[in-house]
């Protein structure tokens, strides 16, 4: 018996023999807060600089935007949390997160398309809009971070871990763009707030699938 265990551990000497110390992968939940915090001080600082919408204060009294705010970053915060989570291969036993997060996206896809049957026309949006601009503004740092991040970890999930990542990039841009455009047109909404992103997101899934395996 000993001389098996001894036998053993001469085995897993010699096969991690040439192997480095690693520093262990902090908890996803602090890693996530500290995306969440970050990105959070980031698009603050830009709607100071752009400034808040001038029927803010009305807006506040509206049902349908406040859903819509409030989707956009319970959203935003699940993407983050779901990426962080599949940093780690087994994701802790939490495999049911992911499908929270694509469920808070498909209802805010959703909503937007419902609005734009009732009425809203998407060819009249078809140009150039600052908010295209400001979209890159808003979600360009906050993707690139959570990207990095992402990265540390070692996924067996690359493709869900980049719908992740886009799903958490496209609710904090989003967000900080409604809190400072002054446009509700659905068709506006989806062209120029959210088509950005959803093209951004192409781009994280070339980036992805390359570094997030193993």
């Known amino acids: ?18 192997l480095k110390p690693m520093k262990c992968l902090r908890h996803p939940l602090k890693r996530a807060l500290c995306w969440t915090l970050f990105s959070g001080a980031y698009v603050f600082l830009v709607i ?9 204060a009305l807006k506040l009294a509206d049902p349908a935007y406040l859903f819509e705010l409030f989707l956009a970053f319970i959203m935003s915060m ?9 940093c780690v291969p ?22 937007m398309f419902m609005q734009i049957s009732v009425g809203a026309d ?8 600052h908010c295209m601009v400001d979209s890159i503004i808003f979600g360009l740092i906050p993707a690139a ?13 690359p493709i869900l871990m980049v719908f992740m990542n886009i799903i958490a990039a496209l609710g904090i841009g989003y967000l900080g763009l409604r809190l400072t455009c002054g446009c509700d047109n659905a068709s506006h909404i989806v062209i120029h707030h959210m088509l950005p992103y959803l ?6 899934a070339a ?8």
């Open 199 to 204: 093209l951004m997101g192409g781009v994280i």
């Open 90 to 111: 087994d994701m802790r036993g939490q495999q049911w997160m992911p499908v929270v997060s694509a469920t808070l996206f498909t209802v805010l896809i959703g909503w």
């Open 48 to 56: 100071n600089y752009i400034g808040l919408r001038p029927d803010f």
């Open 207 to 214: 980036i992805g699938q390359k570094y997030y395996r193993w």
């Open 122 to 129: 998407l060819m009249n949006d078809l140009h150039f809009s």
């Open 145 to 157: 971070t959570i990207v990095f991040l992402s990265m540390r970890g070692k996924t067996t999930r």
């Open 78 to 86: 699940s993407g983050a949390l779901s990426s962080h989570w599949m």
């Open 1 to 18: 018996m000993n001389k098996d265990i001894s036998e053993t551990e001469k085995l897993v000497a010699c096969l991690s023999e040439d």
